[in-house]
């Protein structure tokens, strides 16, 4: 699960800041949303939500983290030898030419890790790994840029040929993501946990991979459709989890099929629709489609655990479909395997209702704004302590936490001179 995300300089957010999933001291005992997780001593939260103005600074938060899982992933394989560092700082003030700064906290198997680096347009200047395995911090590596050398530093708790790894390592290539590439079995495992980061409509595309989960999870369920073999189980009982979302969503939508003619292309059943007839897909409305290509990686991280990140998570769907997703990751039935969702949103409905009987807890709202420099602060909606009795849509709109536009000069405008 996620700790804690932190990122400096990168597009609109120039000093560092900050994003925990760590449980805060709001809502009951007896709120089931936070989540006791073995290896770290303060309960988690399955579902973060990012609010805030249009070019507030939403998206470049999510499309940070999106960048570390591609530096992790492709540094050592995709950046080219003497290409630099691909990056992204924030562009005023002089920070254009500052170092950019990554870091996670998170736990596997009961373990907690801290993994970071830092970068300029050149190289990497800093990269360290911490776990704690036993509840005290064990170094696993440290690296840092010393002059024209990359100086290593390796604790006890890391294994295998390290120094082989060392030689290897380019300068504009993660330690992390050539220990892989040389079968590291401990940090084979520490990225695999990027690897298995869902990403969902980030504004980049360019820079983030397609994660393979979503096609693989179809192509065994729809494989699995009708068949009355042990193995075929699984595959079913996600078709199962498909269908029932997409009649949850109030589509139209009774049943799915490949194409006899074109395994490439589905079929779709309507309520209303005569026993024997289909329709093809590519018919059906943007939100359908949407909510059809998004609900494989969804339902995957509810049923196997992992975080996923949308930005946008309202877009083309129904409000109510949108809390119902909430609510999915919130529910430790629905969600036994601690999945995370992490998303920006402009959907109040979220919000609605007191501050005590609300979709998301006080400490799930994270909210961004820009400050006279451009430049993006995010910060919790528990830093303005609104009480429990409070109505949270209404005092978000009312611009009493912020992270709202400035209407001012667009309500006096004179329309008749801009129509």
């Known amino acids: ?10 597009r609109s957010i120039r000093e560092e800041q900050v994003l925990t999933m760590e449980a805060g001291r709001v809502g009951t005992a007896d709120d089931p949303r936070p989540r006791s997780v073995d290896g770290y001593r303060e309960p988690l939260l399955p579902v973060a939500a990012v609010y805030g103005a249009n070019a507030s600074g939403k998206s470049n938060l999510l ?5 570390m899982q591609i530096a992790v992933l492709h540094s050592h394989r995709v950046w080219e030898p003497e290409g630099g560092v691909p990056r992204y700082p924030f562009t005023w003030d002089g920070y254009r030419t500052q170092p950019s700064s990554f870091e996670l906290t998170f736990i596997i198997d009961a373990i907690r890790y801290e993994y970071g680096f830092v970068v300029d347009d050149t190289q990497v200047l800093e990269e360290w790994l911490y776990a704690w395995p036993k509840g005290y911090k064990s170094v696993w ?3 840092e840029l010393d002059g024209d050398l990359h100086q290593y530093k390796f604790g006890d708790g890391l294994k295998g040929d390290k120094r082989l790894i060392e030689e290897v390592t380019r300068p504009n290539a993660l330690f992390l993501s050539v220990a892989t590439q040389h079968n590291n079995a401990q940090l084979t495992r520490i990225y695999e946990w990027f690897w298995d980061l869902r990403t969902i409509n980030l504004k980049s595309k360019k820079h983030f991979i397609s994660h393979p989960t979503g096609d693989r999870w179809l192509s065994a369920a729809f494989r699995a459709q009708g068949s009355t073999a042990e193995e075929d189980k699984q595959g079913q009982s996600q078709l199962q989890s498909l269908f029932h979302l997409l009649q949850a969503a109030d589509v139209g939508i009774l049943s799915m099929k490949p194409d006899p003619s ?3 292309k589905l079929l779709v059943q309507h309520r209303i629709s005569a ?5 093809p897909f590519s018919e059906e409305s943007d939100g359908t489609k949407v909510l059809f290509w998004r609900a494989p990686l969804l339902l995957d991280a509810l049923q196997s655990g992992g975080l996923i990140i949308v930005d946008e998570l309202e877009a083309s769907l129904h409000p109510l479909l ?8 919130n529910d430790p039935r629905a969600n036994s395997n601690n999945a995370q969702l992490l998303f920006s949103t402009h959907d109040t409905n979220l919000l609605n ?10 400490d ?3 909210l961004t704004e820009k400050n006279v420099d451009g430049a993006t602060q995010i910060l919790p909606l528990t830093d303005y302590k609104p009480r429990k009795a409070e109505n949270l849509e209404r005092g978000y709109l009312m611009g009493r936490y912020g992270a709202i536009p400035f209407l001012g000069e667009l309500a006096a405008a004179n329309w008749n001179e801009v129509i």
């Open 1 to 10: 699960m996620l700790v804690e995300f932190r990122v400096e300089n990168h």
């Open 275 to 279: 026993e024997d007839e289909w329709l």
């Open 141 to 143: 590596f440290e690296r």
């Open 353 to 362: 209702g007191l501050a005590s009987e609300a979709p998301l807890r006080r």
């Open 63 to 67: 499309d940070a983290l999106g960048y």
């Open 322 to 329: 949108a809390l119902r997703l909430v609510e999915l990751f």
């Open 364 to 366: 799930q709202i994270w």
């Open 262 to 264: 074109d395994s490439n």
